[in-house]
């Protein structure tokens, strides 16, 4: 069916405030990705969900950060208590098995942080 | 550090001309991919190409890999004005097991 979907497109907070992006891999996909972009910069990995396992963690750059994948289909990644740095895109990507594999990614949600 | 790094950072042509790209790597890698951004949006899958190619092609794109060198080259024939985007190549983490790792991009305008 359709790609990869995020929500919302674009998100205004206030620094303090807690946030959740959604994601929409398509539908079949076993592998999904979150990564950040700040402005003119390349894409940072945050985290990889792949099918059951337990999700590899190890770019979320602190505790604030979470995520989580219900039925092993939309992802909900979670900011706390956001702050100015956290103001970037946040993309979502799905790959049908394994990371290495093609990605196909949303179009991503623009945050800033006031 | 970067898995995976282009250059030029920006480079800029006049429309019909071509455009070459090239990207490093640091690791030994089971694939390397190409991928478009338009205006800091989501990415485009472009081409993979996998360790035991040496050149790929789909239609105006032209990819190669020296796995010797740990290096790729994008080359776009013939540009066009919606060319203009920016250009990562992307290669696995570890090799191939891991997820993708993306370089910081190659900024392209092509002008009318």
């Known amino acids: 069916g359709a790609g990869v979907s995020q929500s919302p497109s674009n998100k205004v907070t206030e620094k303090g405030k807690d946030v959740e992006l959604r994601c929409d891999p398509i539908?079949?996909?076993?592998?999904l990705y979150w990564y950040r972009q700040s402005l003119g910069q390349g894409l940072e990995f945050l985290i990889y969900f792949q099918g059951n396992s337990a999700p590899d963690k190890s770019g979320l750059p602190s505790d604030r950060f979470s995520a989580e994948r219900t039925g092993g289909s939309v992802s909900t990644l979670t900011i706390q208590r956001t702050q100015q740095e956290d103001s970037a895109v946040y993309l979502c990507a799905s790959s049908l098995r394994r990371g290495w594999e093609t990605q196909y990614f949303g179009p991503g949600t623009r945050l800033l942080v006031l | 550090s970067q898995q995976g790094e282009e250059d030029p950072q920006a480079l800029s042509i006049q429309e019909g001309e071509n455009a070459t790209m090239n990207c490093s790597y640091k690791t030994s890698i089971n694939n390397l991919q190409w991928y478009r951004q338009n205006s800091g949006r989501g990415l485009v899958h472009l081409i993979l190409?996998?360790?035991?190619?040496r050149e790929k092609h789909s239609g105006r794109l032209r990819v190669t890999l020296d796995t010797s060198k740990k290096s790729s080259s994008l080359l776009i024939t013939a540009s066009r004005a919606a060319d203009t985007a920016s250009y990562f190549c992307a290669t696995p983490l570890g090799g191939s097991q891991g997820n993708l790792i993306f370089g910081k991009g190659t900024k392209l305008s092509v002008k009318p």
């Open positions: 190409i996998r360790s035991n190619e």
């Open positions: 539908s079949g996909h076993t592998a």
